[in-house]
Structure formats: C-alpha cells, structure tokens
C-alpha cells in the first residue's frame, strides 16, 4: 500500500474537535483522555481517566454518555484489591485486547508480561515476558495474525513486533522519514485493512503511518503541518472510511481528520 499512499491515503490537514475540548466532569467535558475505540456505527467509546469513566459519543452529538464508571463493573482478569506476580493476579495493567473467541490478552505491565485469560479463566497464561515490557503502554495484534502483536515503549521510543512466546522481538520501528528521524514517546496504535501502523509520536505532536512490510514511518498529520495543533496525541483510531480520530490528552479532546 506504500505505492499507493500518494493517491489513496491523505488526510485533510485541518482537523475538527469531534469530543471534549475543555477539561471537566460534564458530559460535553472530558479530563485527561486516554485511549479510543470506534465502532462500526462510527460511535467513539473514550477512556475519560481523570473521571475514571468510559465516554459513548455518538457521531455529530455535542455530548457523551457514560457507558462505565458509574457502578461497579465485574472483574474478568486478576484479583480485586491485590497486585502480584501470581498469575492469578495483574500489577498496573496497561492495555487490553480480545480476540473472536473472547480470550482477553493484558498488557501487565509492571510483571513485565502479557498475559492471556481465557473464558472464565482464574488463571492467566504468559504469551510474552520480557523485561522491556516494563515500560510498554500498548498493544495491538499484527493484522491477519492471532500470535504477533505490535508493542510501544515510550521510554526507548521504539515500537516492538513480537510474536507470542518468543525470547525478544522480531523486528523494532524508530526511523521517521522526517527532519525529526526518530520515535520520541510512541503510544496509542491502530491498523488498518491495508496492514499499515499508526504511532501516535507524542512527543514529536504527529501521527506516524508505517507502511506494511516498511520499516521507515512517514509523518500523516502533526508536527508543523496540521491545525489545531496536535499537543501530546496519545491514541489513534480510524473509521470504516479511514477518517482519523486522534486523542489529545493536553487538550482534553479528540480530533477528527478526515480521509481526503
């Protein structure tokens, strides 16, 4: 898809606030958002954590709704009150995902693991343990594969592919093809069908696409380029029309830019 990227894959420099935009506890408000997933209605659920609260946000709505955070929730992995190494246990999970048949995969990061728990598990299972993963934040499968995933690590600035069960990563993504050459604070991920990765480069303000089989990421919003300002975007996602949404977590809101 790299060949194509001139004709087919462009974003519209000037994005739009679709969420937030002040900091607060209201349900037009967020406060420290952190993560993002859209659905295939084109709905945003935002990790609101400095309200420790899942936000809904309905396309063109001026206001979210609270979807958790507001009761308590049933535990699926770990042990409510306890930190541990136990396998029945987790230490500051980071990231999370679940594949088709509902196995839930954890980012246990001060265990420096990811772990698996199957349906109504009361143990975990290791799929990766690596001391570099103690300062990993995300996760994501490798797409069209169930046992390699993408990991970030903001404090070495560089991006992992791993494969499940393996000693150390099989490949690790820096390089930017940009007057600013490197990673510096890579967090939220997402791919696309076309197989590509996108970095949210925090510290560089920008996303950053890796093209698949490309080692070298190409700048796709942010940095100097791009308004309102990209300060400190910490995840990424896209729609079923390659609109980009992008969390800001300085400016307690999510922008979208879309697919041009």
């Not at 000693?167 to 997402?190: D, F, H, I, W, Y």
């Not at 996108?198 to 919003?221: E, F």
Request: negative net charge; aromatic residues 8%.
């Amino acid at each position: 898809m790299c060949f194509t990227l001139g004709t087919h894959l462009r974003w519209n420099q000037t994005g739009k606030v679709v969420a937030g935009g002040s900091f607060g506890s209201s349900p037009a408000q967020l406060r420290r958002p952190s993560c993002l997933y859209i659905d295939q209605n084109n709905t945003l659920y935002i990790c609101d954590t400095g309200n420790n609260r899942i936000q809904k946000w309905i396309a063109s709505d001026s206001s979210g709704s609270t979807v958790a955070g507001s009761s308590v929730g049933t535990a699926v992995a770990g042990t409510i009150g306890i930190k541990s190494s136990a396998l029945t246990d987790l230490d500051h999970p980071s990231a999370v995902l679940v594949d088709d048949n509902l196995n839930i995969y954890i980012l246990d990061k001060h265990n420096n693991r990811i772990v698996q728990w199957t349906p109504n598990a009361t143990i975990g299972i290791v799929m990766i343990t690596s001391s570099l993963l103690n300062d990993a934040e995300d996760f994501i499968f490798v797409p069209s594969t169930l046992n390699q995933v993408y990991i970030s690590d903001p404090k070495n600035n560089v991006i992992y592919q791993w494969i499940f069960n393996a000693a150390s990563p099989t490949l690790q993504l820096s390089q930017v093809n940009s007057s600013t050459s490197s990673l510096r604070e890579p967090r939220g991920m997402t791919v696309d069908q076309y197989g590509n990765l996108y970095v949210t480069d925090l510290d560089n303000n920008r996303v950053v696409m890796y093209c698949d089989n490309s080692t070298v990421g190409i700048v796709v919003v942010g940095g100097t380029g791009s308004t309102p300002t990209l300060y400190s975007p910490i995840d990424v996602a896209l729609d079923l029309d390659l609109n980009m949404y992008v969390v800001v977590e300085n400016d307690n809101q999510v922008i979208k830019f879309s697919r041009q």
